[in-house]
């Protein structure tokens, strides 16, 4: 049952993302490296989670997880704050890191807790990132500069986290209902749609890893 956690997509492609980085990225990439190890702690993290729930019967696993939630955003927020449409806001973008920090300390401590997965803190971080994400496109349309937005790696990048938190954002929302209908008719809707945005997360990641190395030759 422990093997069987692993083979699902969402593993997979996090598994073909971390693999992606290694053979991509290096120190010409400059701060994209740093994907390697937040990639492998994403997966470390998964493998954690998967033993204390199928092999140590853990039923409250959610420490971990909270842990590279709040890891996941704050790294997110830096990288954005790197792309040449963006640097000018690397004021804000510290600011906006720091106040993150600081409201989700404040959820893991002493509002949902250190075994309850931060709901509230993952919806600030989708919320937060979307916006990030919808404000690069519009500077692109206002940028008189051609780009060629199909070798872009933040374009890939940007794109995959936006999907990917609006996603996420409208699932905890719909969070409710989304159970009630699995729990009557056994088709897990929730899981599926889950997996689907964390697969496009991926694949925009290898593409923007690939990207990446393609314009640091």
């Known amino acids: 049952m422990f093997a069987a956690y692993f083979i699902n997509i969402s ?24 994907f390697i190890p937040y990639l492998f702690l994403t997966v470390c993290t998964e493998i954690v989670g998967g033993y204390e729930s199928y092999v140590l019967k853990v039923t409250n696993n959610a420490l971990p997880y909270n842990i590279l939630l709040i890891i996941s955003v704050v790294f997110f927020v830096y990288v954005l704050s790197n ?18 920090i600081v409201l989700s300390f404040i959820n893991l401590f002493f509002l949902q807790g250190l075994w309850i997965y931060n709901s509230y803190s993952e919806t600030i ?6 916006i990030i994400s919808c404000y690069f496109f519009y500077t692109i349309l206002k940028d008189d500069v051609f780009r060629d937005l199909f070798k872009d790696e933040y374009f890939w990048l940007v794109t995959g986290l936006l999907f990917s938190s609006i996603g996420s954002v409208l699932l905890y929302f719909f969070l409710s209902p989304l159970q009630v209908f699995a729990e009557k008719t056994h088709i897990p809707i929730y899981k599926y749609i889950n997996n689907g945005v964390n697969l496009l997360l991926y694949i925009n990641l290898i593409i923007a890893f690939i990207c990446r190395r393609a314009n640091t030759k």
């Open 11 to 34: 593993l997979i492609a996090e598994w073909c993302a971390l693999i992606a980085s290694i053979l991509f990225l290096n120190k010409k990439t400059g701060i994209w490296q740093f």
């Open 83 to 100: 792309a040449d449409l963006l640097k000018r806001f690397k004021k804000a973008f510290f600011i906006i890191i720091i106040c993150f």
């Open 125 to 130: 971080g989708d919320i937060l990132l979307t």
